[in-house]
């Protein structure tokens, strides 16, 4: 018997289920990549599910499967697109010991990196230009990412001030101040870079900021 069943061929997956099988699995992403480029093309306001099932290639009610609204796309554009951004850099701090002062560097150069790069640095300028009118939006983009990241800089900055590497400031004005230029390149490559006679050097201004900031954080002699 058991070795009628070593003799026995494996039941095989068909191809074609197989392919579908892919297919179905990667259909999410496929939506939300869709749902991205119309967003950032007509806003959220005018988009339509149908127009982000046109461009996944899928139909109306497909999208319907994974996702109950636009407002539940959007959520899940931010969380997969940004916020895993966030736990990815959260799990590399909490993996780090030593000094912070390397750790908050090279979290900013992946952020500066993810900002000169990446197509999904429009999400924050469709948060910024729709929040009047949709505010769900920003609470989402609120929970998901910046209430997150700035639990991540004040955690990393606590840690300094208590080892005394940094001084002692204000960790929700510090926390902000970590991450302001960055809003400020966001909004500059999503804003003002088409009318740049050349493209703005992104990864200088996060050395800039990275030298600046770490350089006003550094606890000196005369502080307490």
């Known amino acids: 018997m058991a070795l009628h069943k070593a003799l026995t061929p494996k039941a095989r997956t068909p191809p074609e289920t197989a392919r579908w099988r892919r297919r179905k699995d990667a259909r999410p992403q ?3 990549e869709a749902a991205l480029s119309v967003f950032a093309e007509k806003g959220f306001a005018a988009a339509r599910m149908e127009q982000i099932a046109a461009r996944a290639g899928v139909s109306k009610g497909t999208i319907y499967l994974y996702f109950d609204s636009k407002e539940a796309v959007f959520r899940a554009l931010v969380h997969e697109m940004l916020g ?3 736990t990815r850099f959260a799990d590399s701090a909490r993996e780090s010991s030593g000094p912070v002062a390397p750790i908050l560097a090279d979290i900013l150069r992946g952020i500066g990196e993810f900002i000169a790069t990446s197509n999904r640095v429009v999400l924050p300028k469709i948060v910024i230009g729709e929040a009047g009118n949709f505010p769900d ?3 989402i983009y609120r929970e998901e990412v910046a209430e997150r990241g700035l639990d991540l800089f004040a955690g990393l900055l606590k840690r300094a001030m ?3 590497e940094f ?3 204000p960790i929700s004005h510090a926390a902000r101040l970590c991450i302001a230029p960055v809003l400020l390149a966001i909004i500059w490559r ?11 050097d992104y990864a200088g201004l ?4 990275i030298a600046t900031l770490l350089r006003g954080l550094k606890r000196g002699e005369n502080d307490a």
């Open 30 to 32: 496929e939506i939300l």
């Open 84 to 86: 895993s951004q966030i």
């Open 137 to 139: 939006l920003a609470r």
């Open 162 to 164: 208590a080892s005394g």
């Open 167 to 169: 001084r002692t400031l």
């Open 190 to 200: 999503t804003t003002f870079a088409q009318l740049d006679s050349e493209p703005y």
């Open 206 to 209: 996060i050395e800039t900021h």
